[in-house]
């Protein structure tokens, strides 16, 4: 089953309606109210982050589920460069993003990251894990580097945060303060072509 698929503005307009279809989409697959309320808060805090984002382009919305299996997306064009973004790290005394902190902040940097296309190898390279990076493309059928698919997973950032938590224990600590890193069976932002895709998984 899939829901309407619902265009959130750079304004926020259509996270209201986002926010429906996901408590509709529950309520198809008979969910009770506590398990409503937390697939509703994923949608809270995956739309939530959006007023945050700057870009001029709207973002398209859907939930996906069978059974108790739930997938919410959220999906993006991606940029062809990077001046808006250098433009607003200029402003910054650090020339980082200061947003990108606490745990839904480096999911947040790492989904507008992920869709300038051509910063993906300073992202990896940025966030020092084997999570970001190729995770597999059909070389059959197109060689072309734009067609490959890049892929961040929490189950992955979880292994790598846990190997490190000594080294970088603040990760750790957003880790565990994390509602959405705990509530969530896994998140992927993953991106082909010219589409950045952000999956948020829960199962009851």
Do not use: C
């Not at 082909?192 to 829960?202: A, G, H, P």
């Amino acid at each position: 089953m899939k829901t309407d698929i619902i265009t959130i503005t750079p304004e926020g307009e259509g996270i209201s309606d986002a926010l429906k279809e996901t408590e509709k989409a529950a309520a198809f697959r008979g969910l009770d109210r506590k398990q409503t309320l937390r697939l509703r808060l994923l949608a809270e805090e995956m739309t939530g982050m959006l007023r945050t984002i700057v870009g001029e382009k709207p973002l398209k919305y859907w939930v996906e589920s069978e059974g108790n299996a739930f997938s919410l997306h959220l999906s993006a064009k991606a940029q062809t460069d990077l001046e808006m973004r250098e433009a607003l790290l200029k402003t910054a005394t650090s020339g980082k993003n200061a947003a990108a902190k606490g745990f839904m902040g480096r999911i947040r940097d790492i989904f507008m990251r992920m869709g300038e296309t051509s910063d993906v190898n300073v992202l990896s390279a940025e966030y020092g894990y084997s999570y970001v990076g190729v995770v597999g493309y059909d070389a059959s059928t197109d060689m072309s580097p734009n067609a490959m698919l890049y892929g961040w997973s929490l189950s992955a950032y979880k292994d790598a945060i846990e190997a490190k938590k000594n080294e970088e224990p603040e990760k750790w600590d957003e880790l565990e303060k994390s509602i959405t890193a705990k509530l969530a069976d896994e998140i992927k932002i993953f991106i082909r072509m010219n589409t950045v895709e952000m999956v948020i998984e829960k199962t009851f």
